[in-house]
């Protein structure tokens, strides 16, 4: 079965820096998908990032990268010029084909402080 | 284009009480999926569907009911409801792009 392991409970980081958050998987399919979902106090789940595993680039969108590395099956965020508002819990997740369901990792609570 | 809608937003329930969470998709996808998160928790798959009249099990299915007769809704039903069933209730759904949308969630108590 598919796991997908955050290591970090807890994180902190200053406005203006950078973070990266951890997340290794285990899983014995060769075509997958992974997602860093951020959730605020709202509890609204929101899409930060996706990877799908054929692609070797690691994926951007603005401060959000990642470094995706499919041998040693981790996933990691790496959050730039961090603002107050990045405050929230994070969530790596995985899922397989299309159709099946996200197998959440236990999150990671990110504070940032100014 | 509102989504995936929850309703309601929040609810206290007394044991042995029943209720329906509703949620209604509005981008004609295909599948839709209920998750259960429990404090300082992932999401744990209840039920999920691939298409109207088709449902199945997730991880956590005991104490639980789904129905799936149009594409756009897929209510969670609890039947004789449990202090164990305390937990915030997310719905989403997705395309085949395997990107899942979700609600706003339900917060349920069980007293």
């Known amino acids: 079965a598919q796991t997908v392991t955050q290591s970090q409970p807890e994180m902190s980081v200053q406005e203006a820096e950078t973070v990266t958050l951890s997340c290794t998987y285990d899983?014995?399919?060769?075509?997958?998908?992974l997602f860093w979902y951020k959730q605020p106090p709202s509890r609204q789940m929101i899409l930060v990032i996706r990877?799908?595993?054929?692609?070797?680039q690691n994926a951007t969108e603005n401060r959000f990268s990642v470094n995706f590395q499919k041998a040693a099956k981790s996933f990691s965020l790496k959050i730039s010029d961090s603002q107050l508002g990045d405050a929230a819990m994070y969530f790596c997740?995985?899922?397989?084909?299309?159709?099946?369901?996200?197998?959440f990792g236990k999150g990671t609570t990110l504070s940032v402080s100014s | 284009n509102a989504g995936v809608t929850q309703t309601p937003k929040f609810r206290i329930l007394k044991i042995g009480q029943s209720m329906t969470l509703q949620c209604a998709q509005d981008?004609?996808?295909?599948?839709m999926y209920w998750y259960r998160q429990d404090p300082g928790m992932g999401l744990k798959l209840i039920y999920y569907?691939?298409?109207?009249?088709?449902?199945d099990k997730g991880e956590v299915p005991n104490g639980y009911n789904v129905s799936r007769s149009t594409t756009e809704d897929f209510p969670l039903r609890l039947e004789l409801a449990a202090p164990s069933q305390t937990s915030v209730y997310f719905c989403?759904?997705?395309?085949?792009?395997?990107?899942?949308?979700f609600g706003p969630g339900t917060r349920l108590t069980v007293l």
């Open positions: 997740a995985y899922t397989g084909q299309a159709g099946t369901a996200l197998i």
């Open positions: 899983t014995s399919e060769s075509d997958y998908y």
């Open positions: 569907s691939v298409g109207a009249g088709i449902t």
């Open positions: 989403a759904s997705s395309s085949t792009l395997n990107e899942q949308f």
């Open positions: 990877q799908e595993a054929y692609k070797q």
């Open positions: 981008m004609n996808h295909n599948y």
